[in-house]
């Protein structure tokens, strides 16, 4: 269930299809487990005249923190950019993402069958832009671990 109701692979084709055609203006983030299958996204709409942030947490994986450090990353990068407002909408009934907007100081109201959150962040600082590198830098090496974990490797001996 996605987008307040069921939809088949059709309809997140076709997102995608518009995602990819218009790159540069969505970015998605990305949580893999172990065996780097995607457990957790979080994407970055810059259509329109304000970004729209939104998050996605299987289900086995919600409640260990990863859709919060989803969020840190995801408000890290836009602020980084000097995006400084942006929106995010969902379910009235979604407590698990309104828990988390709430946990990073984003506050949830509903209106006309939807809550809705305004994001404003501060501008970037040399520590936030230091802290988006180290992030960057650790999740490379995590993934990198990951998918060469998966291999075999044969070392090579120099002379």
Known sequence: MRFGYHVNND?????????????SLHKIFVVENSDLEVVAAGHISL?????????????????????????????????????????????PNNDPIKHLARKHGILVHNEQGEA???????APTPSSIFSEMVHKQFDLFSHASKYFGKMTVYPLNFK
């Open 11 to 23: 309809v997140i084709l076709k997102l995608w299809q518009h995602i990819s055609h218009n790159s």
């Open 47 to 91: 259509e329109g005249d304000k970004p729209e942030l939104a998050f996605s947490v299987f289900k086995d994986y919600q409640g260990q923190g990863i859709g919060s450090l989803l969020m840190t990353r995801v408000l890290e990068w836009c602020r980084n950019r000097n995006i400084r407002d942006g929106y995010m909408v969902c379910l």
């Open 116 to 122: 809705m959150a305004n994001i404003e962040l501060p």
